[in-house]
């Protein structure tokens, strides 16, 4: 039977809460730049001429069809090969995971507009409003309320996303967890407390989404 022995981790508190603000920091700088991507890529998605938005749809597909790990990596090791530029982990971690949450945040905008129904648009036309004014006054408010529980959903994806980052030795959780296993010899213990961690974050987020999802399905 196995002696589980939390209290070898004691000299190690501080790389774990090091280790999740790194988590922490990461998921929200990087939603952050996602919400912005996609909400511009989701508008010209349904807006733009075709020169513009077959491009986007591009981008969109490739970073929402191949794995983020292979994102990652050639991000970090390919693109400063190809463009010249040095490039840090912690730069090609906010980049990679920026644009792969934003091609998801994209099309979740574009899936939100699109569910309105065109007569709104020509609703708002016919009484004289201008395309942006109708917008941002009658299709964006409406398109909110569809978009809300989804974006919160790939927003807790995206947290656990940021784990990934260990994997090109950004100092996050997972990967304090890696250096401390490798000092204290109790993976079991590193990896449950890493684990209790994560759900103790991630938790609290769901049962937001579930009463968001509720509170606006009861309003529909």
């Given amino acids: ?12 508190w501080g790389l774990i809460w090091q280790g999740l ?14 919400l912005a991507i996609g909400l511009a890529a989701g508008i010209l998605r349904t807006t733009a001429p ?65 569910a309105i129904d065109r007569g709104q648009w020509e609703a708002g036309h016919a009484i004289g409003m201008r395309q942006g004014r109708i917008f941002r006054r009658i299709i964006l408010p409406q398109a909110v309320q569809v978009m809300v529980p989804s974006l919160i959903n790939q927003t807790i994806m995206q947290l656990k996303n940021t784990s990934l980052v260990s994997t090109v ?18 993976p079991l213990e590193v990896y449950t407390t890493i684990a209790v961690l994560y759900f103790v974050v991630l938790f609290p987020l769901t049962l937001v989404a579930d009463q968001v999802e509720q509170r606006l399905g009861a309003h529909r």
């Fill in 21 to 34: 603000g790194v988590t922490v920091l990461y998921t929200v700088i990087t939603v952050l730049a996602g």
């Fill in 169 to 186: 030795a950004v100092g996050d959780l997972l990967y304090q967890g890696s250096v401390i296993t490798a000092a204290s010899y109790r």
């Fill in 50 to 114: 075709r020169w513009v938005s077959i491009p986007l749809r591009g981008y969109i597909e490739v970073f929402r069809c191949t794995p983020l790990l292979v994102q990652l990596v050639w991000v970090y090791y390919a693109l400063p090969v190809l463009i010249g530029v040095d490039m840090s982990a912690t730069t090609a971690c906010f980049l990679t995971l920026s644009l792969y949450a934003g091609s998801f945040y994209a099309e979740i905008f574009r899936g939100g507009i699109e």
């Fill in 1 to 12: 039977m196995y002696a589980w022995d939390f209290a070898a981790l004691k000299p190690y």
